[in-house]
Structures are given as structure tokens and as C-alpha cells.
């Protein structure tokens, strides 16, 4: 294959990675879809029912994020954080919330930010990822509508920082762990208000390879699951959402789940082919090395043979004598034999 013709391909593989994170990230944006989370993830929500978390996902246009209400989506118009200079993050999903037990006049008491993550397969750990996101979401509180001014820390609003893993080890296959700020006294016992330092959570989930789709806990790890990845067909995935998690099947969200499977077979197709001429490329570069190191053994016997019958040394003398390489000396040994 030449070297533009690869380059084509890795593009084409690209742009479907591309457009099949966007889809991730669509589906994830629903609103009926985000209650579900927030159900197990934000503990704030723990004790309502489903299907009245997601009223309280509120429109912050200071935080420009607006919900669509004829496609039930949250939009942020500007997810990118450049509140410290040089260190520009640009966040999956970011909205903000109300909280079940606020007053009226509170619309927004969490922040919270959802990752979509291909893999857990990354140069840096992304659990510590998701701490300076935490981290970054609150400093940009600061001096900005819905968050606080000068030295009101009272206002400091908590935040949720979610990371959906798709693809990692066996090791952490099936892991949903979740890091808070904890009190802990080490001399005199004072408990200090929770809300004061209640102020970040991280929750990293990894769903598993496989669930038993027919058995009766349908959690929100199944769901991922059946969301990102199952090989299903679109009409499966649909019949399984609708029917274990009452998600109704709009036609925004019917669309996506068929458009993302059509994308994640795609990629499947893609990732096949590559690894089939990526393994052509590795069985030449073998073959040529392979080839390579039969000529030099052959050179090197002839050399020996010569050396033995002018100096009549045995193999072994002549061998060193050459400094013929260590590990051509029992294939060379192995000729003798054979001749």
C-alpha cells in the first residue's frame, strides 16, 4: 500500500472516529438518558424517581448552556474553559442543575460535567484527569454569574465531573467508583457543616464487555453497555432501552442509536482492515529480516569452512578466531551437521 493510500485511510478511520464520539456524545446529551446517570452518579438525586430528575436540569444561559425543549438535548453553545491563560479545556457535556430541596429562586446548585472516553488506554491516568477537571470547574465559578463574587465562598456551587470509560483492561472492566472530599478528625471530634467542603465529586465508570440482558437488574453499567457496546442491531438497542429503562424512542434519539451503530460497525470494518494490512506489512518486514539473517549465516559458513581447511582448526577455534556472532554459531553448527 503507498504512503498516501495509508494516509487516506488512517483520515477516513479519523473522521469516523469523529463523527462516532459526536454520536456518543448526542445520545449521552439526552435528557432522558442524563436522569438515568444522575440517578446513580449525583447522590443528590439518589431518592427521587427517574423520571422527574430531569426537570431539574435548569437553562443557564450564563454558563451557555440552553436545553432544546422539541429535542429534549442540553447544547452547550461554549464548553471551553479559559479561565487560566494557556490552559484552554474543552469539556464533553457541561450543564448545571437545581437541586431537589432549593429554594425558588435557586436555579443552579451543581455543575456537571460528563466525558466520554474511547478508551482508558492514555499516556497520563485519567482519574487525575478528572480531579483537575473537578478543579477547573470550580475556580471558573469565580466572578461569574451563577457562581460567586470577591470572597463569597458560601456561593461555591458542587461539582460532578462523570467519565464514561468504553473500552479499558479486564482489570477494571466493570469498576463505577466514585472520589469525594471526607472529613476525618485526628484529634478533637468537631464535625464541620458537609456543605461547606462538599464540593467535588468524580465518578469514573468502566461497563463491561457482556451482561446477561435477560435476567431482572437492569443498571445504569447494562445500559452503557447496551448503548455503546453491544453488537446489536439499532432495533435491539432500541427495543432494550424502551423496554428496561423507559426511554421513549423520540425521533431524535431513534435516530441517533441507529446512526451511531452504523458508525460502530464502520469502524469495526475499518479497524479490521487495517489490522489486515498491518499484519501483511509486519509478515514482509519478518520475511525480509528473516531472509537477511539466513545470508549472513551462509556467508559466515563459507568463511568457516575456508579458515578450517587452510589453518585445520576445528570449527569451534576457527569460529572464534572470526568472532563469528554468538547466536549464528549454532546454525552454523547445524550446516556442518547436515553437509
Keep these: 500500500m503507498s504512503t498516501k493510500l495509508e494516509i487516506a485511510d488512517a483520515l477516513d478511520y479519523n473522521q469516523l472516529n469523529q463523527a462516532y464520539d459526536e454520536y456518543c456524545k448526542k445520545i449521552l446529551s439526552n435528557k432522558q438518558i442524563l436522569a438515568l446517570i444522575m440517578k446513580e452518579c449525583v447522590s443528590e438525586y439518589k431518592d427521587l424517581p427517574v423520571e422527574e430528575i430531569s426537570r431539574y436540569i435548569e437553562n443557564d444561559p450564563q454558563l451557555n448552556v440552553t436545553i432544546e425543549d422539541d429535542t429534549g438535548?442540553?447544547?452547550?453553545?461554549?464548553?471551553?474553559?479559559?479561565?487560566?491563560?494557556?490552559?484552554?479545556?474543552?469539556?464533553?457535556?457541561?450543564?448545571?442543575?437545581?437541586?431537589?430541596?432549593?429554594?425558588?429562586n435557586e436555579t443552579i446548585g451543581l455543575f456537571i460535567n460528563i466525558e466520554a472516553q474511547n478508551s482508558s488506554y492514555t499516556f497520563y491516568p485519567l482519574l487525575s484527569r478528572a480531579v483537575y477537571y473537578c478543579s477547573r470547574l470550580l475556580a471558573g465559578q469565580k466572578n461569574r454569574?451563577?457562581?460567586?463574587?470577591?470572597?463569597?465562598?458560601?456561593?461555591?456551587?458542587?461539582?460532578?465531573?462523570?467519565?464514561?470509560?468504553?473500552?479499558?483492561?479486564?482489570?477494571?472492566?466493570?469498576?463505577?467508583?466514585?472520589?469525594?472530599?471526607?472529613?476525618?478528625?485526628?484529634?478533637?471530634?468537631?464535625?464541620?457543616?458537609?456543605?461547606?467542603?462538599?464540593?467535588?465529586?468524580?465518578?469514573?465508570?468502566?461497563?463491561?464487555?457482556?451482561?446477561?440482558?435477560?435476567?431482572?437488574?437492569?443498571?445504569?453499567?447494562?445500559?452503557?453497555?447496551?448503548?455503546?457496546?453491544?453488537?446489536?442491531?439499532?432495533?435491539?438497542?432500541?427495543?432494550?432501552?424502551?423496554?428496561?429503562?423507559?426511554?421513549?424512542?423520540?425521533?431524535?434519539?431513534?435516530?441517533?442509536?441507529?446512526?451511531?451503530?452504523?458508525?460502530?460497525?464502520?469502524?469495526?470494518?475499518?479497524?479490521?482492515?487495517?489490522?489486515?494490512?498491518q499484519g501483511i506489512k509486519q509478515g514482509i518486514k519478518q520475511g525480509i529480516t528473516q531472509g537477511v539473517v539466513k545470508g549472513r549465516i551462509e556467508m559466515a559458513y563459507e568463511?568457516?569452512?575456508?579458515?578450517?581447511?587452510?589453518?585445520?582448526?576445528?570449527?569451534?577455534?576457527?569460529?572464534?578466531l572470526l568472532d563469528i556472532d554468538e547466536t549464528l554459531r549454532p546454525e552454523i553448527e547445524k550446516m556442518m551437521d547436515s553437509k
Design 145 to 277: 454569574k451563577g457562581g460567586f463574587t470577591h470572597s463569597n465562598f458560601k456561593e461555591l456551587k458542587k461539582v460532578y465531573s462523570i467519565w464514561i470509560v468504553m473500552n479499558s483492561s479486564k482489570q477494571t472492566e466493570g469498576v463505577f467508583n466514585k472520589y469525594t472530599i471526607k472529613e476525618e478528625c485526628f484529634e478533637k471530634e468537631y464535625h464541620f457543616p458537609i456543605e461547606e467542603y462538599d464540593k467535588l465529586s468524580v465518578v469514573m465508570i468502566y461497563p463491561n464487555s457482556g451482561y446477561d440482558l435477560n435476567d431482572q437488574e437492569h443498571s445504569l453499567m447494562e445500559m452503557l453497555y447496551i448503548l455503546f457496546k453491544a453488537k446489536m442491531t439499532p432495533s435491539d438497542k432500541k427495543c432494550q432501552l424502551e423496554k428496561n429503562y423507559g426511554i421513549m424512542m423520540t425521533k431524535q434519539i431513534d435516530e441517533e442509536v441507529e446512526e451511531m451503530c452504523n458508525l460502530s460497525q464502520g469502524l469495526r470494518a475499518e479497524g479490521i482492515k487495517q489490522g489486515i494490512t
Design 303 to 320: 568463511m568457516v569452512i575456508r579458515m578450517m581447511k587452510k589453518t585445520q582448526k576445528s570449527a569451534n577455534e576457527v569460529m572464534e
Design 73 to 104: 438535548k442540553i447544547k452547550g453553545l461554549n464548553t471551553e474553559d479559559r479561565s487560566i491563560h494557556g490552559a484552554v479545556i474543552k469539556y464533553d457535556i457541561l450543564f448545571d442543575a437545581k437541586l431537589p430541596d432549593s429554594s425558588e
